[in-house]
Every structure is written in C-alpha cells, then in structure tokens.
C-alpha cells in the first residue's frame, strides 16, 4: 500500500527546462531539472552540424535531434537565446533560422518557450552582462554543483539559458525576456537605434 505524501511534498515545485544555444555548425543543449527550488543537471551537450553539405540538411538534422531530446527528458518548457544582431547579414539569417527549427520542435510537442538576450543570460547567471564564456562556464558549474567539460561552451551556455530561466520563473512562455519593460520586439529596437544599416 503507498504511503501517502506529506502536505509540503505535494506542494514541492518540480520542473524540467530544455535550454538551447542555437547555431548552424554548433548548437548547444543543456537539460536542468528544478525540485523543491533547487537545480541539477540532466544532460548537457552540442550537436554537430558542420558535416552536413547543406543548410537544409543541418536544419533538418537540428529538428530531429532537438525532438529526440524533448523525447527523452519531457521538459515543461524551453529557454532560447535570442540571436544577436552582427555586421554578416546571411549569417543572422543562418541564426535565425536555427532558432525557429528548434523552437518548431518544441512547439510540435507543445512546449512553451521564452527567448533571453545573451546578455541577460551573463547577467542573471554571474551578475555581469559582459561575462566571457569561461566566466559562465566557471559559475554554470558552481550552480549546478557539477563538473563541466571547459571546452564544451556552446553547451555551458544552453546550461546557463536555462538556468536564467529558473530565475525569471516568472516569466510568460512564448516572450522575450530583455529585462527591459518594451513592448517593441529586439528587431524594432535595432531598427530604431541603428537606421543607417537597414536598406
């Protein structure tokens, strides 16, 4: 017969947070769960894609892999990076679309997703928005009380995009959070602030 549980375990908070650094040679993975507030690590990785001939190919590649996860560790919801906006036009769209296939994915199994700036992740995981990838890495580790393959950046970061999660809890799924109360969207900002580059 089963013994019946406590008032305060049946309240205890237990959720599991895909976090995804998006990239068309690299993407990055990481798989925190989150019970009675407390952090660890699931599973952590990249996926390779630099040896597939096409871009297709790779977006293809990213879409069934990132199903496979969501497969195997049914999260509750997703954390992504926002991509950032570079002077390589084609390379933002490469990004982008990345972050869609994967989002997709999520989507498909209906999973809800909310999108971090990179710099909002650095602030919230080491309290510097200009933190260096060995930086996130060293407290990603420190956080999650676990040892973490150094060179396996793309990785620590989707660790610390989900972990930035955790602590914007509050957020809505399907949002952006910037830290900045805005409702223009990350592409209006840049528009705005940068007219001279947009033709």
Same mark, same amino acid.
């Not at 017969?1 to 205890?12: G, T």
């Not at 040679?25 to 952090?39: L, N, P």
């Not at 959070?177 to 840049?190: D, E």
């Given at each position: 017969?089963?013994?019946?549980?406590?008032?305060?375990?049946?309240?205890?908070y237990d959720k599991i947070i895909l976090g995804v650094d998006p990239g068309t040679?690299?993407?990055?993975?990481?798989?925190?769960?989150?019970?009675?507030?407390?952090?660890s690590m699931l599973q952590y990785g990249v996926i390779h894609l630099s040896k597939y001939s096409t871009h297709e190919l790779k977006l293809k590649k990213l879409f069934d892999r990132m199903i496979q996860l969501i497969e195997e560790h049914l999260p509750d919801e997703m954390a992504i990076e926002d991509p950032f906006f570079g002077k390589n036009v084609q390379a933002m769209l490469k990004l982008g679309r990345a972050q869609g296939v994967a989002m997709a994915a999520a989507l498909?199994?209906?999973?809800?997703?909310?999108?971090? =700036?990179?710099?909002? &992740?650095?602030?919230? #995981?080491?309290?510097?928005? +200009? $933190? =260096?990838?060995?930086? &996130?890495?060293?407290? #990603?580790?420190?956080?999650? +009380? $676990?040892?973490?393959?150094?060179?396996?950046?793309?990785?620590?970061?989707a660790l610390?995009?989900?972990?930035?999660?955790?602590?914007?809890?509050?957020?809505l799924p399907g949002t952006k959070?910037?830290?900045?109360?805005?409702?223009?969207?990350?592409?209006?900002?840049?528009?705005?602030?940068?007219?001279?580059?947009?033709?």
């Open positions: 017969m089963p013994i019946p549980l406590a008032a305060s375990e049946l309240e205890s040679q690299i993407a990055g993975y990481g798989v925190i769960r989150i019970q009675k507030d407390q952090m498909s199994r209906g999973i809800p997703i909310v999108e971090y =700036s990179p710099r909002r &992740v650095k602030q919230s #995981v080491t309290g510097n928005g +200009n $933190a =260096s990838k060995e930086q &996130v890495s060293h407290m #990603v580790g420190h956080l999650l +009380n $676990a040892e973490l393959n150094p060179e396996f950046f793309d990785a620590t970061d610390a995009i989900a972990i930035c999660h955790h602590f914007h809890k509050n957020a959070s910037t830290g900045k109360k805005s409702k223009k969207g990350a592409w209006s900002a840049f528009a705005n602030e940068n007219p001279g580059r947009i033709s």
